[in-house]
């Protein structure tokens, strides 16, 4: 119940293309659903978070989908371009909780020029 | 500038050899994190700690051992226990409630088995 499944484990696109990553968890205590990038040889930096109480959220070339009752999240990057190219991770967790973040298992995109 | 500093970048082991990776952030958080990260298999918890003087193992922590003797110091030894010790480490602290920073990840070390 404290999974994250994260698909697909690897995408490729064109630039210009929408990707697209999904990530369902099971726990519904969960309220805190954060999105990293990771470039190669470097930590993963946060890249966007949402809370359940919104359906969408857009920072950028960067949007969050949540649909709570499925239970499911994803990442969409529009117009994407090759410095996308990252491993992208979601995750999940209960803010103010003693509960650490449980991450997806991360997927590799690469965006061909 | 506030940040988490992970020492040395490169790290080479000798078989039955205990290593040392080092992590330090200036951000005032309380809790901090290692993960292990291997090709496929994502970012696995080794340990975490939320307190000065107080951790918690995480998925992954045979062979491995950390002390939380300062808030700002999260020092993580691998031991000859662990076998297959090869892998790309990650330091990570979080203040609570995350605000909207999440968690703040060190630029990683690289340990390899020589």
């Known amino acids: 119940q404290q999974q994250v499944k994260q698909s697909p484990q690897s995408l490729i696109v064109q630039k210009g293309g929408i990707p697209i990553i999904n990530c369902a968890y099971e726990n519904t205590a969960f309220d805190y659903f954060p999105w990293y990038q990771q470039f190669p040889g470097k930590g993963p930096a946060l890249l966007i978070a949402?809370?359940?109480?919104?359906s969408e959220k857009k920072e950028g070339r960067f949007t969050i989908s949540f649909n709570k009752s499925a239970k499911q999240f994803s990442l969409h990057i529009m117009d994407s371009q090759p410095g996308d190219s990252a491993t992208y991770f979601c995750a999940a967790s209960i803010l103010g909780g003693s509960e650490k973040l449980v991450f997806g298992k991360g997927t590799k995109l690469t965006v061909n020029p | 500038d506030g940040g988490i500093t992970q020492s040395p970048k490169y790290l080479f082991r000798k078989e039955g050899q205990n290593v040392t990776l080092s992590c330090e952030q200036n951000l005032n958080h309380d809790a901090m994190y290692w993960y292990r990260q291997d090709p496929g298999q994502g970012l696995r918890l080794i340990y975490y700690s939320q307190i000065v003087n107080d951790f918690q193992k995480g998925d992954i922590a045979e062979g491995y051992s950390v002390s939380r003797e300062k808030k700002e110091s999260f020092p993580l030894t691998v031991t000859s226990a662990q076998k297959n010790p090869t892998a790309f480490y990650l330091c990570?602290?979080?203040?609570?409630?995350?605000?909207?920073?999440?968690?703040?990840f060190g630029s990683g070390t690289r340990l390899t088995v020589v």
């Open positions: 949402i809370r359940p109480d919104v």
């Open positions: 990570a602290s979080s203040s609570e409630g995350y605000g909207d920073y999440g968690y703040t």
